[in-house]
Structure formats: C-alpha cells, structure tokens
C-alpha cells in the first residue's frame, strides 16, 4: 500500500464528464489499496475568465479582492469531483484551502505556502475516504484567501504531498510526461522517462509550463518523487510492464537516479520578453543599483541583463528584458528614477527566449556556440545572451521563435527517430 496525491489540471476537469474520467484514475488506486488525495485546478479557461472579470470590474483592482474572485474554480472543482467519487462508491470530501488549512504569507496573487497541516486530509485518508483539495489557493494569516500564481494548483499539490508524507506525487496533464519540448510547438518532441529536478527546475522557469517552477523547487526540497502523466489515458488499461507507477510518464528525480545524461535535455521558449536599453549611463560603483533598485521597489522582475565594457570607464550601456506586460511600467519607472543619470532609454516588445537545458552542459564545453550556429544557419539573429552552468539561453525577435525551437531540438538529436 502506499500513499499517493493525485493532481489534475485544468484539461483534466474541464467538464463533468472529464472529472468523471479522473475520477476513474483516482478509484483505479483506492482499489489497489492505496491512500489517496486528491488536488484540483479549476476548469480549463475558469481562471482566465475570473482574472477577465476582475480587470473588467477595475483595472486597479484591490489584490486581495482578486484572489477571493479567483479562487472560486477550484471551489467547483473539488466539489464536483467529491459528487463524482462518491456516486462511483469512494467515500470523498472536498476541502477548500482554508478548511485544510493551506497557510500562505499574504502576497496576494502569488502568495508562498508556508504550512500545510496534515490532520485533516491524514484522518480523512487512514479511514479510507479521498479527501479532494483545491489547488492554487491557501489561507494568510490574516485569514483572507491568497492564490499562489498562475499554474499554482501543481504546487499545492506537492506541498499536499509534503504534508501528508506521500510515496508519490502524480501530476495529471493533458501530456503524457515531460517532453524534450513543448509538443505543441514540436511535434518530433520526445517524452523523457526521466528528468532530474535541476533540469526540469530550468525547463519550469524559462517557459515549460508544464509544471509551475515553484513545484519543482518544493519537489526538490521536500524530496517528494513527482510524477508527470496523462489523464486521458484508459484509466484501467493495466500496469506497463517495470512500470513504477503503472503507465507511461515522466519520473521527476534526483540527478544520481539518472543512468544515460544528455548534454541537452529540453529546449525552453518563452514569449513576450520586451527589451529595455539605457545608453551613456555613468561606468562607476552604484549604477546597476540605480537602475535595478526602483524597477525592484516597483516589483518589476528583471530576468536577462547585460552590461558592455565602456571603451574609456566613463561610460557604459545596460540592456535587461521584462514581461511585455511590465514593459509601459518599467519604462515609466526609469523615466522618473532619481539618481538616475543616462543619454537616452529605448526599448521594444515582443522578443522570445529560448533556452537549451541540460546537466550535461557541465562537463561538456562549446554548447553555447554551437546553439548559436545552429540559430545563425536559419538566418535568426541573436539580441541577448545569458548562460548558467546547465542552460544557455537567448533572446531572438518572437516571430522566428518556433522556428528556432525547431531548428535546435533537430539539431542536438532531440527529435523522435520515428519522425524523421
Ligand atoms: P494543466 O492544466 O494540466 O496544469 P498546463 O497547460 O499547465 O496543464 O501544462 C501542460 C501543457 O504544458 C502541455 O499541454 C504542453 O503544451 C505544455 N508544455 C510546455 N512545455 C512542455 C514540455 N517540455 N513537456 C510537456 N508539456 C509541455
Ligand atoms: N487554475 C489556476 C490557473 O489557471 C491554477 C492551475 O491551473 O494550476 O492558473
Ligand atoms: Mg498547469
């Protein structure tokens, strides 16, 4: 027997008859003897349309007021999904985040879980019944309810898993594990037996949504095994033979448990990157700090930055990227940031990261250069250039970006050797 928390996202409970197709899944491991929990998102486009609805009742919104209209998907959800268990014989209860409690700190819309306590769901599991949570949202001590960012629910899942000690988290999707790429966009794309937590960690934070990069952190320190799955596979079409969890899917683990390592694993895309220079700004101690402070204190997130040698120690350029969203803002920020001295500030939106990923990198040198090879043979200029130990990534004009997505999987041998 073990412990299992079951996650499904939104394509997984887009409709009843879909919640009674996870329902399945979840009753298939109660009759093999297992305990456990579920968690839910909402419905699949739910929370675009409650976000709409909050932006068309201000676009100045109270945060707080925010997060108790968006967390109501997943309030549907888990109750659904508790009728449908327990119209198919499992015993079933939903919990809301704060009947849980789920506790966050209180950054409304992105808020950080800081403890799950296990009494309730730990009960409600040794005597046999499912208890079914809602994803994405928790509890401030404050007692209002906060939601923990877009994609959230796979993180409340891990946290679930963490609580309650699980053997394993299953994260149901609409993909039958983590690919080499967004399938999506890359239909060679390869699924991975298995990722280490680094890797899928990069792959998170530069556009594989797939997982929320937060999860994978939470995964990764809580040492929670995390499973990545689909749930439109037959529910009960038997264990795949040497199967440590039955079907097909993607073992998220430590780096040791992985025999054959890639130098790439994963190529990344992410969209709507907008690009921010400042020219002839002052080349001495405090600069950056001048620059990057008040984008901070306006909770702007920075991601690429570079800075070029100034030819004579006077003067420098910085150019760094934003959300395409946070774009007119930082603009404006800069504009009027005080002890900010420069020539002039120009920027544009609508560039594209793309990233290569993979542990390998670290034994293997001349990756960054051959990935820029590869994207100057299609005639796709780089504007920005970022490298860490397992990933380089680039900033490239959104119109080629899933030309080059394709041109680098091909190119480090990612592609499905059926496809070809
Ligand atoms: P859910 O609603 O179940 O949380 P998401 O839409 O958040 O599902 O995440 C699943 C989607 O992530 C897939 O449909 C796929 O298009 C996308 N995706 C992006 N990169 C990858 C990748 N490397 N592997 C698998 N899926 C990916
Ligand atoms: N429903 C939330 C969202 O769409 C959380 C999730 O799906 O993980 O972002
Ligand atoms: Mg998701």
Redesign the pocket.
């Known amino acids: 027997m073990a412990r299992i928390v079951m996650k ?5 409970v887009a409709n009843v008859e879909r919640i009674r197709q996870a329902a399945r899944h979840v009753k298939r491991e109660v009759e093999a003897g297992h305990e456990v929990a579920v968690v839910v ?1 909402a419905m ?1 486009g739910k929370t675009n349309e409650l976000v709409g609805w909050c932006t068309e009742a201000s676009p100045m919104h109270d945060a707080r007021e925010y997060d108790a209209v968006v967390a109501s998907g997943e309030q549907v959800t888990a109750g659904l999904m508790a009728i449908v268990l327990s119209d198919m014989g499992v015993q079933s209860r939903s919990y809301a985040g704060w009947q849980v409690p789920i506790r966050t700190d209180d950054s409304h819309g992105s808020a950080r879980i800081t403890d799950v306590d296990p009494k309730n769901l730990d009960e409600r599991m040794s005597s046999g019944w499912v208890p079914v949570v809602t994803g994405f949202q928790g509890i401030s001590d404050k007692n209002r309810i906060t939601t923990l960012g877009r ?1 959230g ?2 993180t409340s899942a891990v946290a679930v898993a963490a609580a309650v000690k699980a053997d394993r988290c299953d ?5 039958d ?8 966009i890359a239909p060679r ?1 390869k699924r991975l037996e298995r990722v280490s937590f680094e890797e899928m960690l990069e ?1 998170a934070s530069l ?5 929320q990069t937060r999860s994978v952190e939470l995964a990764m320190a809580q040492g929670v095994r995390l499973v ?1 799955r689909s749930s439109f596979e037959d529910p009960n079409a038997g264990d795949a033979p040497g199967s440590e969890w039955g079907q097909t899917g993607t073992l998220v683990c430590d780096e040791e448990e992985i025999m054959e390592k890639q130098i790439v694993s ?1 190529v ?1 895309l992410a969209r709507a990157e907008a690009k921010i220079t400042l020219r002839k700004v002052k080349d001495k101690p405090g600069v950056a700090a001048s620059v990057f402070g008040p984008l901070a204190d306006a909770r702007i997130v920075v991601d690429m930055i570079v800075q070029n040698i100034s030819d004579d120690g006077q003067i420098t350029d910085i150019t760094f990227t934003v959300p395409d969203s946070e774009f007119d803002k930082a603009m404006k920020v800069l504009k009027s940031a005080p002890d900010l001295e420069y020539e002039s500030i120009s920027g544009s939106k609508g560039g594209a990261k793309i990233s290569v990923i993979g542990v390998g990198m670290r034994s293997h040198a001349g990756v960054a250069a051959s990935m820029f090879r590869a994207l100057s043979d299609k005639g796709i200029n780089i504007q920005l250039i970022t490298t860490s130990e397992i990933k380089t990534s680039v900033l490239i004009d959104e119109e080629y970006a899933e030309l080059a997505v394709r041109a680098l999987h091909t190119y480090y041998g990612l592609d499905k050797a059926d496809a070809q």
């Open positions: 499904f996202g939104g394509t997984s998102s699949a994609g629910s796979d994260i149901y999707t609409d993909v594990g983590v690919y080499t790429t967004d399938p999506r794309a792959m556009g594989a949504k797939v997982l990545v994963g990344t």
